[in-house]
């Protein structure tokens, strides 16, 4: 089922101060799309799931799943989460601790008021694909945080909802068992073509898993675009931030204007400022970004070279994350060699930079 | 060492004297209960005899049982009505968000706070016009009240120790509030709805001043009043009688209580001090 959301807010009231969570959002998730909201904590995008999910009512707005109007607060129309067919999986995995895992996977089934043999029989198909087949008598508080995980994905899927809302569900998994789950989660969701939602504040979850990924700040939508999109074309500097699992080095530079031609000065480096970007001078001043994993070392030809000190180096496995000083600048360098050099010669490309 | 010693010594001799302290009155009952003499001071006089329970079960003009099926009645009834409007209210309390909702709460335990002499009287008038006096809704009514708002904070603080994720899930999953509210709040807080209605329980069951103005009768008469009022057989106050009486009355409340107490230690310590 496709969603649609048009003008959508929510603003919180509390007698000391009004919050709006949700601000003027309009978005549109496709069928079957595997749909990510990113951003950071506080910025509201678990408060538009709940939106979606029917937890909570829109201030302002209307909610479309498919056709049916499911929310709006203008036609006075509200239809409760059991009405909605949506299924959700909380980062907490909120699985019932009174009841062991069969009774938890079954627990919308029994609501639904489905007879026992049918129950049984679902609930040990979604239990077999997720194989947790052997722990259906266990209690939730003898399961390990990845079991729990499984059990909470299983209680979803189990009724098939036409939407699937995960609320960063692989937070409280460690390093490990996050990239499996991913993976996991990922081939679900494309094996059985539920439209999905995903609620995180995690870049790398973000961009392995979404279709198309949504930005969210302060409660507004930055950007929406596929993950190679908001890698290589972050529309302003939030996003450039945001993406990248090493963040993007940042520079404010003066500018200098030498024959109509404007520059950004990095010490004495004259940064060719194209013209369509000229509208982000502000006061006299640009911010450069470039992405740690472009700037080369001992480049063979590069439009920039700066010689810049080592600072320090820090070894990921497989490269080196180093840091550099030129000019008062720092900047973060990824390079698959070590380096003993003091001094090290840095190039980069005008193709490569980003003016915000 | 020895100061460790002494230490655990005094807290022994501690221990035992609170005990002594507080068990001598049950101790003291239990012996006249069971002896023919009740001058506890001339010990020789003291003879072991069943006669003071054979006594009062056998004659049916003492309406001892009656007072304590009345007494379990009440109790019974009001607690659960109590913990059943006290648990709805705290999931009220718990779940929604409306202003001012602390001095809410603290304003319903001011309530219990009011001096049951200062109503009693009223209360007379009032169950007198309702023509309720010396029945048992003269004194469920009253209780209800009375032991609300212990039941209400007792549940809200267990209601507000479930997650809401799982309320949310619940609602997800296709649960009305009345489901979720019955299906997961309920029993996960089951030492909750234990401890709290074994505590109205308890009140209703100890009651005295409303069950004295509010009763006339065996027909709803219960048991502190009963105990209070027992006319003996033989013209002298029966001490023997009112022993075996109290002795009969509490079996129900120990056995309740030795069943339930582990639920109650939770229950009162929950709140403030477990995660």
């Known amino acids: 089922m496709n969603i649609k959301l048009i003008n959508l807010s929510k603003t919180f009231i509390s007698p000391r101060r009004r919050v709006k969570a949700v601000d003027n959002i309009n978005l549109e998730i496709g069928k079957g799309e595997f749909f990510v909201i990113l951003g950071p904590s506080g910025c509201g995008k678990s408060t538009l799931l709940n939106l979606i999910a029917g937890l909570e009512k829109p201030s302002s707005g209307e909610i479309y799943f498919g056709e049916k109007l499911v ?35 079954a627990f919308p089934l029994r609501i639904q008021k489905l007879d026992k043999h049918s129950i049984k029989k679902e609930v040990e198909k979604i239990a077999e694909m997720l194989e947790i087949k052997d722990l259906l008598f266990a209690r939730p508080s003898e399961l390990s945080g990845g079991q729990k995980q499984r059990v909470a994905i299983a209680r979803a899927l189990v009724r098939k909802p036409s939407v699937l809302l995960l609320d960063e569900p692989l937070s409280n998994l460690d390093a490990q068992l996050r990239i499996n789950a991913r993976a996991e989660i990922k081939f679900l969701q494309k094996e059985l073509k539920i439209t999905t ?7 790398t979850e973000a961009m392995s898993l979404g279709d198309r990924i949504a930005v969210m700040n302060k409660g507004k939508i930055e950007q929406i675009g596929s993950p190679e999109d908001l890698y290589k074309n972050p529309k302003n500097l939030f996003v450039a931030k945001f993406i990248g699992t090493i963040p993007i080095n940042l520079i404010e530079t003066e500018i200098l204007e030498e024959d109509k031609k404007l520059y950004g000065l990095l010490g004495d480096l004259k940064i060719k400022i194209p013209d369509d970007k000229k509208e ?77 | 060492m020895r100061e460790e010693k002494f230490i655990k010594f005094l807290f022994v001799i501690t221990a035992v004297s609170i005990l002594f302290f507080c068990l001598m009155p049950f101790f003291y009952m239990l012996v006249i209960s069971f002896s023919t003499s009740w001058d506890i001071t001339s010990l020789d006089k003291i003879r072991f005899s069943f006669s003071n329970y054979i006594e009062i079960l056998k004659d049916p003009s003492l309406h001892c049982l009656d007072y304590i099926k009345n007494s379990l009645i009440i109790s019974a009834v009001s607690s659960f009505i109590s913990v059943f409007i006290a648990s709805l209210g705290a999931y009220a309390i718990s779940r929604l968000d409306f202003p001012f909702k602390f001095f809410l709460l603290l304003f319903i335990l001011a309530s219990s706070m009011f001096p049951q002499i200062t109503i009693v009287g009223y209360l007379f008038k009032f169950m007198n016009k309702l023509h309720l006096i010396n029945t048992y809704l003269a004194l469920i009514f009253p209780y209800i009240a009375w032991t609300l708002p212990l039941s209400l904070w007792i ?26 509210f019955i ?90 001090l477990k995660e």
């Open chain 2, 155 to 180: 549940m809200v603080s267990y209601f507000s120790k479930v997650p809401k994720d799982l309320d949310k899930a619940a609602l997800i999953d296709g649960c009305n509030w009345f489901q979720v």
């Open chain 1, 280 to 356: 982000f001078i502000k006061e006299g001043k640009i911010i450069i970004g470039i992405r740690p994993e472009h700037l080369k070392i001992n480049p063979k030809s590069a439009d920039y070279n700066i010689l810049a000190r080592v600072k320090v180096i820090e070894p990921l496995g497989r490269e080196y994350l180093i840091h550099i000083e030129y000019k008062n600048y720092t900047f973060k360098v990824l390079s698959l060699e070590k380096i003993s050099e003091k001094e090290i010669i840095v190039g980069f490309n005008q193709q490569d930079l980003y003016f915000f």
């Open chain 2, 183 to 272: 299906k997961i709040i309920l029993p996960l807080s089951k030492p909750g709805f234990i401890s709290a209605g074994l505590l109205s329980f308890l009140f209703a069951f100890n009651e005295f001043l409303f069950a004295l103005m509010l009763t006339i009768d065996y027909h709803a008469r219960t048991v502190p009043v009963g105990v209070a009022l027992f006319q003996g057989l033989h013209g002298e106050l029966p001490w023997g009688s009112i022993m075996a009486f109290s002795i009969l009355s509490l079996i129900p409340v120990i056995l309740i209580t030795l069943i339930f107490q582990r639920y109650i230690i939770q229950g009162l310590t929950r709140g403030g």
């Open chain 1, 71 to 105: 929310a709006s607060k203008e036609k006075k129309i509200f239809i409760p989460p059991k009405d909605r067919n949506v299924a959700m999986v909380f980062q907490s995995y909120a699985l019932y601790p009174h009841l062991n895992v069969f009774e938890n996977i």
């Open chain 1, 197 to 203: 939602i995903y609620v995180t504040h995690d870049q």
